[in-house]
């Protein structure tokens, strides 16, 4: 059974970091074999795409609203993704969910990815 379990929200003020982990178990073919992604949902909007990193781990893509500011990375040792966010924004709380897909997923859309976890929420508040 394939389970990813996300961590490392919480409360930041404007301008402040966190840094969000996904560990992932269960997986059919090794952690590798996957592509790895991030997204959002804030109340009353639909699920976004933030960052894709792909199989192998070696590419990655970002939503426009994200970039330069937000870094996705994974520790295949670990079955680990992780997504480091800098100077936050109001506009950035969101629930944040973590999914993957087997093989190369280059689109960040949600019907692209096959599974997911149960999200974390970030709040970016003063």
């Known amino acids: 059974q394939v389970q990813l379990v996300e961590s490392g929200g919480g409360l930041v003020p404007p301008g402040g970091s966190l840094r969000l982990s996904c560990t992932a178990s269960g997986f059919p073919l090794t952690f590798t074999s996957y592509s790895m992604a991030w997204f959002r949902q804030a109340p009353g909007k639909e699920r976004e795409g933030v960052a894709i990193r792909f199989a192998g781990g070696g590419t990655q893509t970002y939503a426009d609203s994200v970039k330069g500011r937000f870094t996705i990375s994974r520790d295949n040792d670990k079955k680990t993704l992780y997504l480091e966010m800098n100077n936050l924004k109001p506009e950035d709380s969101a629930m944040y969910y973590c999914?993957?897909?087997?093989?190369?997923?280059?689109?960040?859309?949600?019907?692209?990815?096959?599974?997911w976890g149960q999200g974390t929420q970030v709040t970016v508040s003063s």
């Open positions: 999914a993957a897909s087997r093989g190369t997923v280059h689109q960040l859309e949600a019907n692209r990815f096959t599974y």
